[in-house]
Nanobody, 119 residues
Framework: VQLQASGGGLAQAGGSLRLSCAASRNIFSINGMGWYRQAPGKQRELVAVIISGGPTNYGDSVKGRFTITRDRNTVYLEMNNLKPEDTAVYYC????????????????WGQGTLVTVSS
């Protein structure tokens, strides 16, 4: 069971990037799926999460600029109007998921993907 994130990189302030994260193929169902980020010297913070069925929740610092969407077991983060303070390692996260084997997994993290925004 794993979460595979992609899409990080370098952008200029005001630019855009899109992150994606896909759960491994043996996952049958996912509850909440989303993104956290951690900047150097700071605690990990919520970016955005989307619950099965559609409700979303965003961190205050990204509201109006970032959009989270989901296609079954893949989650996307569209990041617009990027700011230098968005520079961080972004981590994909799932709070609860079930595999086709019936196994249940809680609080699963993907590998981080680095987003760097230059001024």
């Amino acid at each position: 069971v794993q979460l595979q994130a992609s899409g990080g990189g370098l952008a200029q302030a005001g630019g855009s990037l899109r992150l994606s994260c896909a759960a491994s193929r043996n996952i049958f169902s996912i509850n909440g799926m989303g993104w956290y980020r951690q900047a150097p010297g700071k605690q990990r913070e919520l970016v955005a999460v989307i619950i099965s069925g559609g409700p979303t929740n965003y961190g205050d610092s990204v509201k109006g600029r970032f959009t989270i969407t989901r296609d079954r077991n893949t989650v996307y983060l569209e990041m617009n109007n990027l700011k230098p303070e968005d520079t961080a390692v972004y981590y994909c996260y799932v709070d609860e998921m079930w595999a086709t084997t019936g196994d249940r997994y809680l609080e699963v993290w993907g590998q981080g993907t680095l987003v760097t925004v230059s001024s």
